[in-house]
């Protein structure tokens, strides 16, 4: 926090933080006058191979915060939770202008395109800024691919770290106006007011087949047999 305020600079870090006996992953946001503002923790924990975070990480229960800086309202989605529209949508609806994304993603993990496009629409559904910071080196059998993205309210890329190297990603203030956010709220309005029940969806209940089936998947991987399993005819979540 020191250093934040000896540099004049709001600052988002990420590190593995220990609450009341359960272990998160966590970002904390640090003002530019060295006032820590809270802290962000992962909701959706990643639980596939080489990612098997379930076992050291518990379910974030902070929400969806958005933190007023000294440079403007940032919200955090930690690693896996940007893949979940819902939770891009609620910084939105909580008034960020900039999302910050620490995250952890490896070489050819998504289709060619995925991890860039993804941010440019959750940018442009939003109207904010995408600024994720991607891990890069090597640990065990898993290559960081680096590659950090900035994406604007419009939904195009601004700027973009090479893949594979320790970089340190500074971009045109310019480009990162945020009287963009503005200017795209009024040519493509895409935070209107909520339609009603629309938007009220109650966490779905899943029933116990499913359930069954999706563990002994688990089970059967490496098998051959895990499609046999997983029968997509099937509707899984019930009234």
């Not at 995925?114 to 941010?119: D, T």
């Not at 910071?133 to 691919?145: P, S």
């Not at 950090?148 to 890329?157: A, D, F, K, Q, Y």
């Given at each position: 926090?020191?250093?934040?305020?000896?540099?004049?600079?709001?600052?988002?870090?990420?590190?593995?933080?220990?609450?009341?006996?359960?272990?998160?992953?966590?970002?904390?946001?640090?003002?530019?006058?060295?006032?820590?503002?809270?802290?962000?923790?992962?909701?959706?924990?990643?639980?596939?191979?080489?990612?098997?975070?379930?076992?050291?990480?518990?379910?974030?229960?902070?929400?969806?915060?958005?933190?007023?800086?000294?440079?403007?309202?940032?919200?955090?989605?930690?690693?896996?939770?940007?893949?979940?529209?819902e939770f891009m949508r609620a910084l939105g609806v909580?008034?960020?202008?900039?999302?910050?994304?620490?995250?952890?993603?490896?070489?050819?993990?998504?289709?060619?395109?995925?991890?860039?496009a993804e941010l440019q629409v959750a940018s442009f559904?939003?109207?904010?800024?995408?600024?994720?910071?991607?891990?890069?080196?090597?640990?065990?059998?898993?290559?960081?691919?680096?590659?950090?993205?900035?994406?604007?309210?419009?939904?195009?890329?601004?700027?973009?770290?090479?893949?594979?190297?320790?970089?340190?990603?500074?971009?045109?203030?310019?480009?990162?106006?945020?009287a963009h956010i503005i200017a795209n709220w009024t040519?493509?309005?895409?935070?209107?007011?909520?339609?009603?029940?629309?938007?009220?969806?109650?966490?779905?209940?899943?029933?116990?087949?499913?359930?069954?089936?999706?563990?002994?998947?688990?089970?059967?991987?490496?098998?051959?047999?895990?499609?046999?399993?997983?029968?997509?005819?099937?509707?899984?979540?019930?009234?």
């Amino acid at each position: 926090m020191a250093k934040a305020k000896e540099h004049n600079m709001v600052v988002v870090i990420n590190l593995f933080e220990l609450e009341d006996g359960k272990t998160y992953d966590s970002s904390p946001v640090i003002d530019a006058d060295g006032t820590l503002l809270g802290t962000t923790q992962m909701v959706h924990v990643a639980d596939y191979e080489c990612f098997y975070e379930k076992s050291y990480y518990a379910e974030g229960n902070h929400g969806a915060p958005v933190y007023d800086t000294a440079v403007g309202k940032i919200g955090v989605a930690i690693c896996y939770d940007r893949h979940y529209p819902e939770f891009m949508r609620a910084l939105g609806v909580n008034g960020a202008e900039v999302v910050v994304i620490p995250q952890a993603g490896t070489v050819g993990e998504w289709p060619d395109g995925l991890y860039e496009a993804e941010l440019q629409v959750a940018s442009f559904h939003n109207g904010y800024f995408c600024a994720l910071a991607n891990r890069v080196g090597k640990e065990d059998q898993m290559e960081f691919a680096g590659e950090s993205v900035i994406t604007n309210p419009e939904g195009r890329v601004i700027a973009q770290s090479p893949g594979g190297v320790d970089d340190i990603l500074i971009h045109d203030e310019t480009d990162l106006d945020l009287a963009h956010i503005i200017a795209n709220w009024t040519s493509h309005p895409t935070l209107p007011e909520p339609i009603g029940v629309i938007y009220c969806i109650d966490k779905p209940t899943y029933n116990q087949e499913m359930i069954n089936q999706i563990e002994a998947a688990k089970k059967a991987k490496g098998s051959g047999n895990v499609q046999g399993l997983l029968n997509a005819g099937d509707t899984w979540i019930v009234d």
